[in-house]
């Protein structure tokens, strides 16, 4: 519980919190879901670990357009969306911040491994922008932090709708907050892109695999961390790779504009 209040209260250099030996059953854990969307609706132990710990963190949320709007979201590779730049895919997929388009994305990012991929092979990807900082200069960094970028919804959200121009980089500049998605934001100018590329590779330089186990979860830290993962080759025969997924907010009365009535669904 202290390790969870530090996470609020700074999550450090890497950004994160990893938690070990959660009560999954490896064994008596049903079929790794193959459908795209899936979502968790039962109460199961695992479903009920990711929103306790969610719920002591802050208050647990979710988004009306991306997995049905469920609070515990299942992240299985989908052979339809193999491709896919998304948590269904199995290719490499680009380190962003999560629903970095939405205006309230999530401050943290939970996620629960119940089944490691077999092979060793697919994980997550993380970075965080207090260990890629140093490798920026000063040009960049006045570049970054200018609203001289913007960042496109994924189709579930109504592509096509791209944010009003943001900064990459906001807050304290020896400390900031960053607003990425490798794979959706671009510079609006030549200088803009050109830093975006350095802050690309900066982020790729300091990022490391984290070797989520069976029974494991981490939470990032959303506002300095950004994520995403290794390829891999999914079997779709109930035995692949499987995470939930929670999301949450510190500060619930923030987003109040954009619920759906009192409930933790955003629009
Ligand atoms: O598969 C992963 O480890 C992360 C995928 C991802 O970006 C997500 O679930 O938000
Ligand atoms: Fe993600």
Redesign the pocket.
Known sequence: MEALRGLRQDAGESGLLSITGLPVDEHTLPDTPTVKDSVQRTPAIPSAVAMLLGQQLGEVVAYRDEKHGALVQD?VPVRSLAGSQS?AGSVP?EL?N?NAFHPYRPDL?G?LCLRADRDGKG??LVASIRQALPLLDETELAVLTSPRFVTAAPPSFGAGNATTPHPVLSGNVKDPDIRVDLNATTGLDDEARAALDRLGAALTKVSSVLPLASGEMAFLDNRLVV???TDFTPRYDGRDRW?H?VYVHFDSRRSAAHRIGPGPVLI
């Open positions: 992240v948590n997929l962003h999560e990012v996620l994980g997550t994520h995403g993962r995470l997924r």
